[in-house]
């Protein structure tokens, strides 16, 4: 395992009635004949009136998802998956039997057939938000562990290119066990060195993107130290580089 720091991470398709993809209708525009380059075309509408898309990843051009939230109290999570002619509606209820209104998602492909979700489970009326974590294996969605710590499931999150899922602190194997990320390395204060009170360095990370075909994630965020008005203040954007393991 490696982390780097740069200063400058079965199912087929079918509806909710259990429909097979032939009989699966949705509000789907065809792209217009006479539609222009640089323009946006409508090539999918949800059958609900009260729904919306919040995340969207592309594995290939025959290979896409979107997921998003439906329902008056926007309590139920609803899929789209893509097969490079169309896009229907999943059914992922039989898949994933505890996924409920998302009140944030993810998704992130590293290639046909391995996409990962990420989703807190979130029913109208209820205080606690779970995680929900799922992987696509090309035939159906299937649940993964969370792990207990909950830091180990902050987004964002990335594939790591090895069947797994790395978060900011922690990576999910593809044997459904997690392993801790190394500490992240510290960087030079004002003084030119490494002082006491730079040593409270605190870093947060905004974004994880799997570079394409490697084992490696690249993530971007900050490292700060102080805010307590000191002249010792600091904060630094930063790109990290992360290695899984057999990468």
Same mark, same amino acid.
């Given at each position: 395992?490696?982390? #780097?720091?740069?200063?400058?991470?079965?199912?087929?398709?079918?509806? @909710?009635?259990?429909?097979?993809?032939?009989? #699966?209708?949705?509000?789907?525009?065809?792209?217009?004949?006479?539609?222009?380059?640089?323009?946006?075309?409508?090539?999918? =509408?949800?059958?609900?009136?009260?729904?919306?898309?919040?995340?969207? =990843?592309?594995?290939?051009?025959? !290979?896409?998802? @979107?997921?998003?939230?439906? $329902?008056?109290?926007?309590?139920?999570?609803?899929?789209?998956?893509? !097969?490079?002619?169309?896009?229907?509606?999943?059914?992922?209820?039989?898949?994933?039997?505890?996924? =409920?209104?998302?009140?944030?998602?993810?998704?992130?492909?590293?290639?046909?057939?391995?996409?990962?979700?990420?989703?807190?489970?979130?029913?109208?009326?209820?205080? &606690?938000?779970?995680?929900? +974590?799922?992987?696509?294996?090309?035939?159906?969605?299937?649940?993964?562990?969370?792990?207990?710590?909950?830091?180990?499931?902050?987004?964002?999150?990335? /594939?790591? $290119?090895?069947?797994?899922?790395?978060?900011?602190?922690?990576?999910?194997?593809?044997? &459904?066990?997690?392993?801790?990320?190394?500490?992240? /390395?510290? +960087?030079?204060?004002?003084? $030119?060195? +490494? #002082? !006491?009170?730079?040593?409270?360095?605190?870093?947060?990370?905004?974004?994880?993107?799997?570079?394409?075909?490697?084992?490696?994630?690249?993530? @971007?965020?900050?490292?700060?130290?102080?805010?307590?008005?000191?002249?010792?203040?600091?904060?630094?954007?930063?790109?990290?580089?992360?290695?899984? /393991?057999?990468?």
């Amino acid at each position: 395992m490696c982390l #780097t720091l740069l200063t400058a991470c079965g199912g087929q398709a079918r509806d @909710a009635d259990g429909r097979t993809p032939s009989t #699966t209708k949705s509000k789907t525009a065809s792209p217009s004949p006479s539609a222009k380059a640089g323009a946006w075309k409508v090539a999918y =509408s949800s059958k609900a009136d009260n729904a919306e898309l919040r995340a969207l =990843s592309v594995a290939s051009d025959r !290979d896409a998802w @979107a997921v998003g939230a439906a $329902g008056d109290d926007w309590d139920k999570t609803f899929f789209v998956h893509y !097969d490079g002619r169309q896009w229907r509606d999943y059914d992922a209820a039989a898949d994933l039997p505890k996924l =409920s209104g998302p009140a944030q998602v993810e998704l992130a492909s590293s290639g046909p057939g391995n996409t990962w979700f990420f989703g807190t489970d979130n029913p109208a009326g209820t205080r &606690g938000v779970d995680p929900v +974590i799922a992987h696509w294996d090309g035939s159906r969605w299937e649940g993964r562990p969370t792990g207990r710590d909950q830091m180990s499931w902050s987004l964002p999150v990335a /594939p790591d $290119g090895a069947q797994g899922l790395l978060f900011p602190r922690t990576r999910l194997r593809a044997d &459904g066990t997690y392993e801790s990320i190394g500490t992240m /390395p510290l +960087i030079l204060g004002k003084t $030119g060195e +490494i #002082t !006491d009170f730079d040593r409270a360095q605190k870093s947060a990370l905004t974004d994880l993107v799997q570079v394409p075909d490697t084992h490696e994630v690249w993530g @971007a965020g900050s490292i700060a130290a102080g805010g307590g008005g000191s002249e010792l203040d600091f904060s630094h954007g930063i790109v990290v580089v992360y290695e899984a /393991p057999g990468g």
